[in-house]
């Protein structure tokens, strides 16, 4: 079985109307929901406002791969988890970060750069295309040439992330922007994908194909080989290796 936890920031769905209509129990159970249908994953949820945000040390230590969405309280995951989130990643847990989580302290910390890019706040009509633009990727699997979402905020090049190992997706929007969408990156024995669609007022995790996307990347990102010193209570803390 492959451990995977749902991290959303789960604010908006409890105090906007527009994003509860969309996502009831917020991002966090809809993703949940489709991993169940998976017989090899064993899929927990957490939230900002759990204990700990629901990633205390036992919890991140039985936690194979990480998937994060995080929107407008970035700020608030505190910065020690972050460490320890990283420093799980080096030794080799897998992180799936979402859409706004482009902007998490996390993802920032795991890749070294800003992860800024352009955007429009109010999207209205944003329609995009996602070309697959690895296909032989693991993470591609079962996914055609493109597919499209109706409505999707749009996101914009330059994003500012280090060369990606791969760019398995690359979106286009009728406003002609166009943005790296999937892309891949390993650091220590850790794998990491970003995934751009998701925005909170449509129903992106509700797609077959986005949903398809996710489900491959957490196989992908899953290492069963991690780094032995996770499992020893004698390891030493990383920055004294
Ligand atoms: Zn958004």
Same mark, same amino acid.
């Given at each position: 079985?492959?451990?995977?936890?749902? /991290?959303?920031?789960?604010r908006q769905a409890k105090f906007q109307d527009d994003v509860r209509a969309v996502y009831?129990?917020?991002?966090?159970?809809?993703?949940?929901?489709?991993?169940?249908?998976?017989?090899?994953?064993?899929v927990r949820t957490a939230c900002l406002d759990d204990p700990d945000c629901g990633l205390n040390d036992e919890q991140l230590n039985n936690t194979d791969v990480l998937i994060w969405w995080a929107h407008v309280a970035h700020h608030e995951v505190p910065d020690a988890?972050?460490?320890?989130?990283?420093?799980?990643?080096?030794?080799?847990?897998?992180?799936?970060?979402?859409?706004s989580g482009h902007f998490s302290k996390v993802i920032q910390a795991v890749l070294g750069t800003s992860c800024s890019l352009k955007w429009y706040e109010h999207p209205t009509n944003c329609r995009e295309r996602i070309w697959c633009t690895d296909p032989s990727h693991p993470i591609a699997e079962g996914i055609?040439?493109?597919?499209?979402?109706?409505?999707?905020?749009?996101?914009?090049?330059?994003?500012?992330?280090?060369?990606?190992?791969s760019v398995v997706f690359t979106g286009w929007f009728n406003t002609g922007h166009v943005f790296r969408s999937g892309c891949t /990156?390993?650091?220590?024995?850790?794998?990491?994908?970003?995934?751009?669609?998701?925005h909170e007022?449509?129903?992106?995790?509700?797609?077959?194909?986005?949903?398809?996307?996710?489900?491959?990347?957490?196989k992908w990102a899953y290492s069963p080989k991690r780094r032995p010193e996770l499992d020893c209570p004698?390891?030493?803390?990383?920055?004294?290796?």
């Open positions: 079985m492959i451990n995977v936890t749902v /991290w959303c920031e789960y009831p129990n917020g991002i966090k159970e809809a993703i949940k929901d489709f991993l169940d249908k998976d017989e090899e994953l064993n988890l972050v460490k320890k989130i990283q420093e799980r990643v080096l030794l080799g847990m897998g992180l799936i970060v979402l859409h055609g040439d493109y597919f499209e979402l109706e409505h999707e905020e749009m996101y914009g090049e330059f994003f500012d992330i280090p060369k990606p190992d /990156w390993t650091r220590g024995y850790g794998k990491i994908f970003y995934f751009q669609p998701g007022q449509f129903p992106i995790y509700y797609n077959e194909n986005i949903q398809r996307v996710i489900n491959n990347a957490v004698n390891a030493k803390p990383l920055e004294e290796i």
